[in-house]
Nanobody, 115 residues
Framework: QVQLVESGGGLVQAGGSLTLSCAAS????????MGWHRQAPGKQRELVAG???????NYAESVKGRFTISRDNAKNTVYLQMNSLKPEDTGVYYC?????????WGKGTLVTVSS
């Protein structure tokens, strides 16, 4: 059974940084795409950043230039480096892996950015 486990969330002041990690119970090379999504209170879940097996990345406009997604195949882990955090970045951050038509989600990690 594939499991994705997020970590690294917490409380940070505006302008600060956090690094989220998503550890997979399987080789992440099996996922064609891995990504980070977030859900703010009262809002729909949205894509924040994605990375393909080949290393191509894409970002939501709201985080471009501030967030960086990366993957370490040897550690079966995907990271999200978040800099210059804003209160509107607050939410639960979920890791997702897409493999052969199946989507796998972690349980999420809470990020709270105080003003």
């Amino acid at each position: 059974q594939v499991q994705l486990v997020e970590s690294g969330g917490g409380l940070v002041q505006a302008g600060g940084s956090l690094t989220l990690s998503c550890a997979a119970s399987t080789m992440i090379s099996r996922f064609g795409v891995m990504g980070w999504h977030r859900q703010a209170p009262g809002k729909q879940r949205e894509l924040v950043a994605g990375i393909t097996r080949g290393g191509s990345t894409n970002y939501a406009e709201s985080v471009k230039g501030r967030f960086t997604i990366s993957r370490d195949n040897a550690k079966n882990t995907v990271y999200l480096q978040m800099n210059s955090l804003k209160p509107e970045d607050t939410g639960v951050y979920y890791c997702k892996g897409a493999s052969y038509g199946m989507d796998y989600w972690g349980k999420g990690t809470l990020v709270t950015v105080s003003s």
